[in-house]
């Protein structure tokens, strides 16, 4: 079985939507697709692997919002005014394949 940084591409290049909701699916993070960006929450702290991982992929930490993001390689301006997830539509992984 691998690990979940044998599953990471090497290179930080923009994943589209779908590589990213693969990774997620793969790995069974508890993602969510909100607006054209994929955001994850965990209960607790992850591993120093799963982290890593999320790094090595292109997901960046939010401090203001405790989640973890990728834009999925769409440049955005930020949302200091709102919460995304308040402003645009949110689907679990399995929803946004459904439409994919």
Request: include cysteine; charge should be positive.
């Amino acid at each position: 079985m691998e690990t979940v940084t044998e599953q990471v591409k090497t290179s930080k290049s923009n994943h589209s939507i779908i590589e990213v909701l693969e990774f997620c699916k793969a790995q069974n993070l508890p993602a969510r697709v909100v607006g054209r960006w994929v955001w994850i929450e965990f209960e607790s702290k992850p591993s120093a692997e799963i982290r890593q991982a999320l790094k090595d992929f292109g997901f960046r930490w939010s401090k203001r919002r405790e989640q973890w993001a990728h834009n999925c390689g769409l440049p955005t301006k930020p949302a200091l005014n709102y919460k995304p997830w308040d402003k645009y539509q949110t689907l679990t992984i399995d929803e946004a394949f459904a439409i994919a």
